[in-house]
């Protein structure tokens, strides 16, 4: 099989319409991390390699993606954002969440052609925060530390990756998260009910006696060029696919995501295909595929075994990927 394996530069996750970070690093150099004194605080956070020191909750953040907001509002703490930019469709979110975030003042929505935010540094040091949740191009965490502003990233789109990937991933960034803003219970609490969500699915997965694996393949299309992305072991999607009774057919590959063609997705062909996309037309993304010349002979397109859905639905690792997990069980559950 050929597969086009091509690094790219972090971007914001739910905003970058690539949204392709690298992966090739261990969880030693990049894995969040925290760590404190006595009395909590202060409190370091390793991301990325980098130690960031909090000396007490922040309390006046930028949202610069839409990945954190499912953890702060079920902490508690969405009210400590004084500013957001890019995009946050309302999909994710209950009505009282898109309620909260249609409340903060925006810095600006725009977005160049290939779906990356546009913001100056200037822009966001302009507004004195504490904390920048995300850096979208353009942005650096040097420049914004420089002047006494701290940086997260979400862990699995750091320069050097995580690695293999799992729903671990999520139960620790909730935990940090909250360490962070001091709301260690409320943590431990959604850290619980999502265990038991992801065992439900496991465990409806595991009745199914008797009916055969599928394959499944998670993809990023291209718009008007090709079938585009597909995701490895380190992306968020191989756990899911693997909770929900599917084999990915890209388990074999070790990276988050990488290039690939439509022959690269003939020779696999899978049952089952997951499209993601960043905002917009869901229809639009998946004729991207199933319209391109020789896509009718793929498995999951002559079945109409699609599902589209919205990126955060899976990636990067947040309690919105068991949201995703359970979309995937119920639109195909029943024959997996």
């Known amino acids: 099989m050929r597969l086009v394996h091509r690094r790219f530069p972090v971007l914001t996750p739910a905003l970058a319409l690539l949204l392709l970070g690298t992966a090739c690093g261990g969880p030693v150099a990049t894995g969040e991390r925290p760590t404190a004194s006595a009395g909590h605080f202060p409190l370091t956070i390793t991301n990325c390699g980098v130690d960031v020191t909090f000396d007490g909750p922040p309390e006046r953040i930028i949202l610069l993606e839409s990945a954190p907001v499912a953890t702060m509002r079920a902490l508690g703490v969405l009210d400590s954002v004084v500013l957001r930019a890019g995009a946050f469709p309302p999909e994710y979110y209950d009505a009282e969440t898109n309620a909260a975030l249609r409340a903060i003042p925006s810095l600006g929505e725009e977005l160049d052609s290939s779906g990356h935010l546009q913001i100056s540094e200037e822009v966001i040091i302009a507004q004195q925060p504490d904390l920048v949740l995300g850096l979208p191009d353009g942005v650096t965490r040097e420049g914004l530390e420089a002047v ?9 789109m750091c320069p050097g990756g995580v690695g293999a990937t799992t729903f671990d991933d999520v139960y620790e960034q909730i935990n940090t998260y909250g360490r962070l803003f001091d709301r260690q219970d409320r943590a431990a609490e959604l850290v619980a009910s999502l265990r038991q969500r992801v065992a439900a699915v496991e465990k409806a997965v595991e009745k199914a ?27 968020m999607a191989h756990p899911q696919l693997e909770s929900a009774g599917f084999t990915n057919v ?14 690269d997705v003939l020779e696999q062909d899978p049952d089952v295909l997951v499209l993601l996309h960043v905002d917009g037309d869901p229809d639009a993304v998946k004729d991207a595929v199933v319209n391109l010349p020789g896509a009718d002979a793929l498995t999951a397109v002559r079945n109409d075994d699609i599902l589209v859905q919205l ?12 949201d995703g997990l359970e979309r995937i069980h119920e639109t195909f559950g029943a024959d997996s």
């Open 148 to 156: 006494g502003i701290n940086v997260l990233v979400q862990p699995t």
């Open 209 to 235: 006696v008797g009916r055969p694996r599928r394959s499944a393949a998670v993809l990023y299309p291209t718009i008007g060029g090709g079938v585009g992305y597909a995701y490895g072991n380190e992306s």
């Open 250 to 263: 890209y388990a074999d590959v070790d990276e988050r995501v990488f290039e690939v063609t439509l022959e």
């Open 311 to 322: 990126f955060n639905f899976t990636e990067p690792p947040t309690p919105l990927s068991v």
